[in-house]
């Protein structure tokens, strides 16, 4: 193995494949994330978080879980020769890469080559039927200035998809299993570490909190094979993944104690680093325990979250996640949701919301979810070489 890291910068989304910028860096290939800068009705983001995660727990074959297509950020991918752009869901909660056939065509690919297997995914969620399937091909990929040959499944049956284009995976490898004829497949990272392009098998993620309305904004970061030190201030707390289940299957971390101000809401319990979920979700006690000690908070059934009565706005404590011995907080300006962004999430004007959620269980080993309201704050690092997921305070 080439033990190297590529310094390459790429700075803009419109321009993600224009001649990319040659500056030392301390990671290596640098790609922009996107989300859209029109932030969704909440309710339904909410009730896709809760399903998505009740699809991860409950999952034994690793189908590549739900998404929130309209909220999530979105990595471009060149497939194919010629290559054929594509932005996909990035995603850490699942180790999939596929897209819609209407997106990729494998036909116009001189590189594309059928796997004969068929490959799909079906969540098979109450009230939200989603599935897609169809055939697996290898192809080559394309990241900036960078290739790689990639597997990946071409859906071209597909059900609920909400415009989606497709679902890029960084999870463990292990995730992908049973989505097709079992075995595992190496993710984009996995293939750039394997083929010599960058030095250790490891990403670095940068999520910009969203301010306002308006277009499509380059809004985030990755890093393949190290981090970007300019992306992130302090030191990087890194943690082994965890051995509880089922966090264990995912980059799952131990958290010794979940807190609002002094008032304890969690032990020892493990949880899920996920880009792919929106809200930060804890477990139904921790969600009691805190909005309990919130007098007058209330499950907004509009918004689907919960909201502050404006008395006590200002009486706010931090939330602070302990994970790997550091305190990761929350302020109350984290943990609400915006006043300019209220009514486009589904609230009323002048109230109050957070995006703390119910994850819907109580049990040690699914206590909570860090979704991207999360990784905005907290830049994160995935890192399969060493087993372990770092996390340090984002740099904005
Ligand atoms: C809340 O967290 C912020 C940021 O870490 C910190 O500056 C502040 O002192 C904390 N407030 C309390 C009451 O601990």
Known sequence: MVNKILPILLLSAACAFAAPTLKEQHGGVKATLKRPAKPAAIHEVYARDMSRWSNLASSSTGSSPLVNTDVSYTLSIGLGTPAQNVDLVFDTGSSDLWVMSANY???SSSTANDLGETWSVDYGVPGDETSAGGEEYTDVATIGSYSFTQELG???TSQGMNGLVGIVGFGPDDLSAGTNTGENIPTPVD?????GQIGSDVIGVYFQPITDGGSNEANGEVTFGG???SKYTGSITYVPITSKSPSNEYWGVDCSELAYGTTKLLGATAGIVDTGTTLILISSTAVKTLYKAIPGATLDS???LYKIPSSQVANLKNITFTIGGTAFTLTPAQYTVP????VAMGGTAGDTYTYIGDIGSSTTGQAFILGQKFLENYYSVFDTTNSRVGLATAAH
């Open 105 to 107: 065509n494998p036909s």
């Open 302 to 304: 509009n918004s689907g």
């Open 339 to 342: 006043a300019n962004l209220v």
């Open 227 to 229: 981090v970007d030190s």
């Open 154 to 156: 071409v859906a071209t």
């Open 191 to 195: 293939n750039l570490y394997s083929s």
